[in-house]
């Protein structure tokens, strides 16, 4: 049965290198472009993963790593692991004067997680919001 996940959790998004901004010199990451949190056709919601989920509070990430690659998701090296605020996205979603539901749903995967209620077509100031004011980190998948 899903529940809300609480506002001081977390969640983690999985970003494939297309929607990573990276510095034109370092090729380090600098951000996310919002594409990262729009809808695909045919989708209703947004999947994640539920940090405190895990009970390895050392290297949650290397969990959560594992667990995606449980899934049917071609995960490579450059690819990169975001770590949400929930609160984040509520404050991101009341600026854009919309009720977004962040819940554990953890039916098929233990840990999986959704963003419902995203407006549709899909609202790129909200995305950009919640790329650059919601996320807090971006972890490359070769450095965890």
Same mark, same amino acid.
């Given at each position: 049965m899903p529940s809300k996940i609480p506002d001081e959790h977390h969640i983690v998004r999985f970003c494939p290198k297309r929607v990573i901004e990276r510095d034109i010199t370092t090729k380090?990451? !600098?951000?996310?472009? &919002?594409q990262a949190f729009e809808l695909r056709d045919g989708e209703e919601y947004l999947s994640n993963?539920?940090?405190e989920h895990f009970s390895d509070r050392t290297t949650p990430l290397k969990s959560v790593l594992t667990a995606f690659r449980s899934? &049917?998701?071609?995960?490579?090296?450059?690819d990169a692991l $975001? @770590? !949400?605020s929930v609160s984040g996205i509520h404050e991101? $979603?009341?600026a854009r004067d919309c009720s977004l539901r962040v819940l554990h749903e953890p039916e098929e995967f233990p840990d999986y997680a959704t963003i419902r209620r995203l407006p549709q077509p899909n609202d790129l100031e909200?995305?950009?919001?919640l $790329? @650059?004011?919601a996320t807090l980190t971006i972890d490359e !998948?070769? @450095?965890i």
């Amino acid at each position: 049965m899903p529940s809300k996940i609480p506002d001081e959790h977390h969640i983690v998004r999985f970003c494939p290198k297309r929607v990573i901004e990276r510095d034109i010199t370092t090729k380090s990451i !600098v951000g996310l472009f &919002p594409q990262a949190f729009e809808l695909r056709d045919g989708e209703e919601y947004l999947s994640n993963s539920y940090l405190e989920h895990f009970s390895d509070r050392t290297t949650p990430l290397k969990s959560v790593l594992t667990a995606f690659r449980s899934r &049917p998701l071609n995960i490579k090296p450059k690819d990169a692991l $975001a @770590t !949400v605020s929930v609160s984040g996205i509520h404050e991101c $979603a009341r600026a854009r004067d919309c009720s977004l539901r962040v819940l554990h749903e953890p039916e098929e995967f233990p840990d999986y997680a959704t963003i419902r209620r995203l407006p549709q077509p899909n609202d790129l100031e909200l995305c950009e919001l919640l $790329a @650059t004011v919601a996320t807090l980190t971006i972890d490359e !998948v070769s @450095t965890i």
